[in-house]
């Protein structure tokens, strides 16, 4: 029996959760036409192989008679009270979005961008956030982030109001935003130079980041020098600098090639993965549906504008994760269905 994904709904709107892939379906009909008033003459079935279900064979075997199709989905959802509102868990949130809306007034008329967005954060949780273009995610992570301020609702982080020199939170932006004139190693020492670091301590940071990163030996090269994927890593190396306990990051990928921005992205599960490094939590805005399964334990739906948050998706899929399994596909079909 085919075994639906486990989904928690916001209230905004009802959403039919799609079918998982089964592992195996049995023997495929013959290609051609299809006379659905008679079944098809029946394959000899290999050692082994699970029974074929044909729809005129009567009553089913017994469930314990029958082979097992795929292993049960494990379900890991998070408790959720009978408003969509997710129950308080063991761990403390750490990044806390409460009812968050923006609006933009011209000429006497409102254009509303983000309305009522609600969701927390835990630390050691990897959060996409997803929607169609224009749904209001850059600007959400903006707010988030203490650089834009909500029309309505507030954003806490450890409690307290998000502000924008926050320390324990760092930004890697789509662009590289990185400066022409100085070094790897210098673009690397922004943020603890704004913090007034010792200047031995900030070249000891910038140098284990770097080469957390994959970019040692390249501190005194200058950006006209790196190709993309070191530019973003700088980026990155740059970020991590800081040691945030959460890490933002705005479609940091979307401007690679396929097998640099896949290799960015092993790299960052293997940053977040080590308790030793920073960062505790990271929260991505992507238009990447397939990334955003790749990456996340929970994956967060936009709807188009005004963005409101439609589902809350926790990919329960095992790490690492194989983008060929059936499974995967089915979590992408789901995000999918639920943006267009």
Same mark, same amino acid.
């Given at each position: 029996?085919?075994?639906?994904?486990?989904?928690?709904?916001? @209230?905004?709107?009802?959403?039919?959760?799609?079918?998982? @892939? +089964?592992?195996?379906?049995?023997?495929?009909?013959?290609?051609?036409?299809?006379?659905?008033?008679?079944?098809?003459?029946?394959?000899?079935?290999?050692?082994?192989?699970?029974?074929?279900?044909?729809?005129?064979?009567?009553?089913?075997?017994?469930?314990?008679?029958?082979?097992?199709?795929?292993?049960?989905?494990?379900?890991?959802?998070?408790?959720?009270?009978?408003?969509?509102?997710?129950?308080?868990?063991?761990?403390?949130?750490?990044?806390?979005?409460?009812?968050?809306?923006?609006?933009?007034?011209?000429?006497?008329?409102?254009?509303?961008? *983000?309305?009522?967005?609600?969701?927390? +954060?835990?630390?050691?949780?990897?959060?996409?956030?997803?929607?169609?273009?224009?749904?209001?995610?850059?600007?959400?992570?903006?707010?988030?982030?203490?650089?834009?301020?909500?029309?309505?609702?507030?954003?806490?982080?450890?409690?307290?109001?998000?502000?924008?020199?926050?320390?324990?939170?760092?930004?890697?932006?789509?662009?590289?935003?990185?400066? @022409?004139?100085?070094?790897?190693?210098?673009?690397?020492?922004?943020?603890?130079?704004?913090?007034?670091?010792?200047?031995?301590?900030?070249?000891?940071?910038?140098?284990?980041?770097?080469?957390?990163?994959?970019?040692?030996?390249?501190?005194?090269?200058?950006?006209?020098?790196?190709?993309?994927?070191?530019?973003?890593?700088?980026?990155?190396?740059?970020?991590?600098?800081?040691?945030?306990? *959460? *890490?933002?990051?705005?479609?940091?990928?979307?401007?690679?090639?396929?097998?640099?921005?896949?290799?960015?992205?092993?790299?960052?599960?293997?940053?977040?993965?080590?308790?030793?490094?920073?960062?505790?939590?990271?929260?991505?805005?992507?238009?990447?549906?397939?990334?955003?399964?790749?990456?996340?334990?929970?994956?967060?739906? +936009?709807?188009?504008?005004?963005?409101?948050?439609?589902?809350?998706?926790?990919?329960?899929?095992?790490? @690492?994760?194989?983008?060929?399994?059936?499974?995967?596909?089915?979590?992408?079909?789901?995000?999918?269905? *639920?943006?267009?």
């Amino acid at each position: 029996m085919e075994r639906p994904h486990r989904v928690r709904v916001h @209230p905004v709107r009802t959403v039919r959760a799609l079918p998982l @892939p +089964l592992l195996d379906r049995g023997p495929r009909l013959p290609d051609g036409p299809r006379d659905v008033r008679r079944a098809p003459a029946r394959p000899a079935a290999g050692r082994g192989a699970p029974p074929p279900f044909y729809p005129d064979d009567g009553p089913r075997r017994p469930r314990d008679e029958q082979a097992p199709l795929a292993a049960p989905v494990p379900a890991r959802l998070r408790p959720v009270s009978a408003g969509g509102v997710r129950v308080p868990e063991e761990r403390p949130p750490l990044l806390e979005v409460k009812d968050v809306s923006r609006s933009y007034f011209e000429a006497g008329k409102e254009f509303k961008i *983000l309305e009522r967005v609600r969701f927390d +954060l835990a630390e050691r949780d990897f959060v996409c956030i997803v929607g169609p273009s224009g749904s209001g995610k850059s600007t959400l992570l903006r707010i988030i982030l203490g650089l834009d301020k909500p029309t309505t609702g507030e954003v806490r982080f450890e409690g307290q109001p998000l502000t924008p020199d926050n320390p324990r939170v760092a930004m890697v932006f789509q662009s590289f935003a990185l400066f @022409p004139w100085l070094t790897v190693e210098q673009n690397a020492e922004l943020g603890l130079e704004a913090r007034h670091d010792p200047l031995e301590a900030r070249h000891a940071q910038a140098r284990k980041f770097i080469e957390a990163v994959g970019l040692a030996g390249f501190e005194n090269a200058y950006p006209r020098e790196l190709s993309g994927g070191m530019k973003q890593r700088v980026g990155i190396a740059r970020a991590l600098a800081i040691e945030p306990v *959460l *890490l933002c990051m705005d479609e940091p990928f979307s401007s690679l090639d396929a097998l640099t921005a896949q290799n960015l992205r092993d790299e960052i599960l293997q940053l977040w993965s080590n308790p030793e490094l920073p960062p505790k939590a990271v929260l991505i805005v992507t238009h990447s549906i397939e990334e955003a399964v790749y990456l996340a334990d929970r994956v967060i739906v +936009l709807s188009a504008r005004p963005g409101r948050i439609v589902a809350e998706l926790e990919i329960d899929l095992p790490r @690492p994760r194989n983008r060929k399994e059936p499974e995967f596909f089915g979590w992408v079909d789901e995000i999918y269905s *639920l943006i267009v």
